[in-house]
């Protein structure tokens, strides 16, 4: 199910750097290959995309589609609801439950989530 609030969709940063890393490997290049590339003045940009701290700028988003061969829309995944299940279930597992009660009150601006069973708040 996609995540959309008032009809705006979000991205999901680790999946879309994650997405990044695989196709850009896939196409044989590496991080330095693209560092040169996208004449970036060192590769820290790069890792950060991969590890969804930051998204690519346009530019160089669009950049990265001509030499991966995919359309900008490609590069980038969409957030889902089940990524904020996910995000509950790994604050649940770390017993975190001061931030899990903050979590709560923010939850109708993801959507829709199953309550959790058998946990007091």
Not at 63 to 73: N, P
């Amino acid at each position: 199910m996609k995540k959309e609030t008032n009809g705006y969709r979000n991205i999901d940063l680790k999946r879309t750097g994650a997405n990044l890393r695989q196709l850009i490997a896939e196409k044989g290049y590496d991080v330095r290959s693209i560092q040169e590339l996208l004449h970036l003045s060192c590769p820290q940009p790069i890792y950060r995309w991969f590890k969804g701290q930051v998204l690519p700028s346009v530019d160089h988003l669009f950049m990265l589609s001509i030499l991966l061969g995919v359309h900008m829309e490609e590069l980038l995944i969409e957030e889902t609801v089940e990524a904020g299940q996910e995000l509950i279930t790994e604050v649940e597992t770390r017993q975190d439950h001061n931030f899990l009660k903050r979590l709560r009150l923010l939850l109708p601006f993801f959507g829709t989530i199953s309550p959790m069973k058998n946990k007091q708040i």
